[in-house]
């Protein structure tokens, strides 16, 4: 932990802020496990920003060797490789999001060498990541998920669970990316682990960017204790944001009002 002083900062001229003390907490990186991106295989795409600015970075798709993964700590990406970002996950046999949550892979092993399926309990996906694949997470055994600030879409089926019997009991709690817009269809399809919470120990908040969650994105849930919260006001949720069908959960806004689907 480091303290140091920062300011005064002037504009024309005049003193804008004050003189302000700054600590800095530095983690150390024994306490995260870092997968490399030279054990993925990649590519370089392009990526067009929020000003319409068009750069590249890399695809992360499946690994290319065996990795053992430390279960004891939180694992993330190698966000910036060669000069370039990490910007995009994607299952290596991903499905349009159309025809999300078919069947298509609920009976299957998974991809083995996915990230979905390297059996990581904590993940956190690096903040220069733009872009999850369709189906990206489906098949793993999460229990947190910590979502990039930047990423608009959770791509359907992202986190669904495996089957019609067990589903996915492991992922408990979501960290929404703060400029989340969409959530497509069945992204936490049968994601029962969802369940259990109340309006003091929600399974995560939804931004006030939120625009849309798509069809069956919670449809195996409990209404009652498939719990979130919203930061804007329950005005905001009923003007803002559309629930397709068949759906599950209650959301808790910051007014005080709840409201239920089921």
């Known amino acids: 932990t480091v303290t140091f002083k920062v300011g005064p900062i002037l504009y024309n001229g005049d003193i ?3 003189i302000l003390t700054v600590k800095l907490v530095v983690t150390a990186s024994n306490t995260v496990q870092v997968l490399k991106l030279e054990d993925f295989d990649t590519e370089l795409i392009d990526v067009i920003d929020g000003a319409g600015k068009t750069y590249k970075g890399y695809r992360l798709m499946q690994f290319n060797k065996n990795v053992t993964i430390d279960n004891s700590k939180p694992v993330t990406i190698q966000a910036y ?5 990490v910007v995009s996950i994607y299952r290596p046999e991903a499905y349009d999001s159309a025809t999300a949550y078919q069947g298509t892979f609920a009976t299957d092993s998974g991809v ?15 903040n220069s990541v733009v872009e999850l694949g369709v189906g990206t997470f489906h098949y793993n055994s999460l229990t947190s998920i910590v979502l990039p600030y930047n990423l ?14 067990t589903g996915n009991r492991s992922l408990t709690s979501i960290e929404f990316p703060k400029n989340l817009e969409t959530i497509q269809k069945a992204a936490f399809y049968r994601c029962y682990g969802l369940d259990g919470h109340s ?23 409990n209404a009652d204790t ?6 804007g006001t329950s005005t905001q949720w009923n003007n803002n944001v559309t629930v397709g069908r068949y759906n599950k959960f ?13």
Do not use: M
């Not at 209650?250 to 005080?256: I, K, L, M, Q, R």
């Open 226 to 231: 498939c719990v979130f919260k919203y930061e």
């Open 250 to 262: 209650t959301v808790y806004c910051s007014d005080g009002v709840s409201i239920r689907f089921s």
């Open 112 to 126: 083995p060498n996915s990230i979905g399926n390297a059996n990581i309990k904590k993940f956190i996906v690096p």
């Open 81 to 85: 490789y060669n000069g370039y970002p």
């Open 16 to 18: 804008v802020s004050p």
């Open 199 to 221: 309006s003091t120990d929600p399974a995560g908040t939804f931004p006030i960017t939120l625009k849309s969650i798509e069809d069956q994105v919670f449809q195996y849930n």
């Open 152 to 165: 608009k879409v959770i791509p359907g089926d992202c986190f669904a669970g495996v089957d019609n019997t």
